[in-house]
Structure formats: C-alpha cells, structure tokens
C-alpha cells in the first residue's frame, strides 16, 4: 500500500491497483505480448488463480513491482516481447509511458522504470 498526504488528507492506494494501472500501460505498448512473473512467488499465484478463475484470467498485474523509495516509486516490470522488434526501443517506451501513466493518475513522481525482457515470442503484437 502506497500513502501519501495532499492539502486535504492522506491517500491510500493499493499494490494491486498500481500494479493493473502498470502492467495495462506496459501492454499497451507496441511489441509487448505479455507480462512475465517476476518471481516464484507470482507463478505459483498465477497458476493458482488461473486454475479457479480460468474464464476472467487477466494477467496485466504479473511481472509488476512497486516499491516507495525517499518519496518515489521505483517500478520493475518482467515482459516478454514479439520476435524481431527492437528491444531497446521498446523500453524506452514503455518507460516513457508507464512514467506518464502514473505521473498523470495519481500524481506520485517516478524515479525509476526498470524493464526486464524475460522471454522472446513469435507472435506479433
């Protein structure tokens, strides 16, 4: 859970929603086929969550990681990208627009999107 204080109170917002608002961002961008689980923790969750709710799976909070550091978030995303698209190029896209994303919802600065390429597919996005 991040907080933080404005003029008229504290703000409380979940994990779990900077973590869709992310991974949605992220997969929006040209190139990205998936989120990646970042950890053993995550797969096992994803299995167990796709396994009793196969008919409404959404993958779009796995391979997202949010941490506060001094007042900022620090953002690291596991993806994997299309076969053949240039990986750099891809993200400082996703940087760019995950940084816009959370800039312009909530307000909060970003001092950092760190882009994980875990994987490589031969489907096109």
Same mark, same amino acid.
């Given at each position: 859970?991040?907080?933080?204080?404005?003029?008229?109170g504290y703000?409380?917002?979940?994990?779990?929603?900077?973590?869709?608002?992310?991974? !949605?961002?992220?997969?929006?961008?040209?190139?990205?086929?998936?989120?990646?689980?970042?950890?053993?923790?995550?797969?096992?969750?994803?299995? *167990?969550?796709?396994?009793?709710?196969?008919?409404?799976?959404?993958?779009?909070?796995? @391979?997202?990681?949010?941490?506060?550091?001094? @007042?900022?978030?620090?953002?690291?995303?596991? %993806?994997?990208?299309?076969?053949g698209v !240039?990986?750099?190029?891809?993200?400082?896209?996703?940087?760019?627009?995950?940084?816009?994303? *959370?800039?312009?919802?909530?307000?909060?600065?970003?001092?950092?999107?760190?882009?994980?390429?875990? @994987?490589i597919d031969?489907? %096109?996005?």
């Amino acid at each position: 859970m991040i907080k933080y204080e404005n003029p008229n109170g504290y703000i409380e917002i979940t994990n779990n929603y900077f973590a869709k608002l992310v991974g !949605n961002a992220a997969q929006s961008c040209f190139g990205v086929t998936r989120m990646v689980s970042a950890n053993t923790v995550q797969t096992i969750k994803t299995a *167990i969550k796709n396994r009793t709710q196969k008919a409404d799976f959404d993958n779009s909070n796995q @391979g997202v990681t949010i941490k506060s550091v001094n @007042g900022a978030l620090v953002v690291d995303l596991s %993806i994997a990208v299309s076969y053949g698209v !240039n990986i750099s190029a891809i993200a400082d896209s996703i940087v760019n627009k995950v940084r816009y994303t *959370i800039e312009s919802t909530t307000d909060l600065k970003v001092s950092e999107v760190n882009v994980h390429i875990e @994987g490589i597919d031969n489907s %096109i996005n």
